[in-house]
């Protein structure tokens, strides 16, 4: 089962900040936060990653909270093309070992739906 | 830059037919994953592979379903005897290790 919380569905204007919110309240100390996203019609895309500190790449920024039980994806100038269902995933760092640490557990995520 | 490619990208069959889908991951990922994907739904894991061998099968995957990866490169997924059921998209990713990479899914439909 998905360990995250997000709201089911959101509106952006077209240029301004998408903010998605994320619950994670039973994060364990060595699980990361990963965000992807999914395009209609297409396989889902890699967003970001980060553990305790913000994260900020080409695609959006990542903000987690000190306590670490929840996180906000920022997009910070949304464009009609970032239309998507976000998911926001938990899942142990790679230098666990086992099969079950690898796999993305997703929920059913937030559309994201950027107005013109 | 060749992604992770997903053969074919869509299958009519009719229930009782065996299927079989191939996914190509992206060259030295030897990490390879499947996941499945109903309407409305966020995309279920169903097995992983690290190179060639087969690490975790989820208990979704029935005794009609078996995936391989030879020689760990390509891998394939084979569903017997086709359920209305399994209708559904078909997800491959691969990875080094940390972000997978997906492919565009075949969309599999039983009538």
């Known amino acids: 089962d998905a360990k995250t919380t997000q709201p089911t569905s959101m509106d952006c204007a077209e240029g301004r900040a998408a903010n998605l919110p994320c619950n994670h309240s039973?994060?364990?100390?060595?699980?990361?936060v990963y965000w992807y996203r999914q395009i209609h019609s297409q396989g889902p895309q890699y967003i970001i990653h980060?553990?305790?500190n913000n994260e900020t790449n080409e695609m959006a920024s990542l903000i987690i909270t000190e306590d670490r039980k929840s996180s906000t994806l920022i997009l910070p100038h949304a464009t009609l093309r970032d239309t998507a269902v976000y998911y926001c995933?938990?899942?142990?760092?790679?230098?666990?070992?086992?099969?079950?640490?690898?796999?993305?557990?997703f929920g059913k995520g937030t559309l994201l739906t950027v107005n013109p | 830059d060749t992604g992770v490619s997903q053969d074919p990208r869509h299958k009519i069959t009719k229930r009782g037919q065996n299927v079989t889908f191939r996914c190509d991951p992206i060259?030295?990922?030897?990490?390879l994953y499947w996941y499945r994907q109903t309407l409305g739904q966020g995309p279920e894991f169903l097995t992983y592979?690290?190179?060639?061998?087969?690490?975790?099968k989820s208990r979704l995957l029935s005794d009609r379903f078996s995936a391989e990866r030879p020689k760990g490169s390509f891998s394939t997924l084979e569903i017997q005897r086709t359920e209305q059921g399994d209708s559904a998209m078909y997800l491959c990713?691969?990875?080094?290790?940390?972000?997978?990479?997906f492919g565009p899914g075949t969309r599999l439909t039983v009538l």
């Open positions: 990713a691969s990875s080094l290790g940390g972000e997978q990479f």
């Open positions: 039973t994060i364990s100390g060595n699980e990361y």
């Open positions: 980060g553990l305790k």
């Open positions: 995933i938990v899942r142990p760092g790679d230098h666990n070992r086992g099969g079950s640490n690898y796999k993305l557990t």
């Open positions: 060259s030295e990922h030897n990490r």
């Open positions: 592979f690290q190179n060639e061998a087969q690490l975790e």
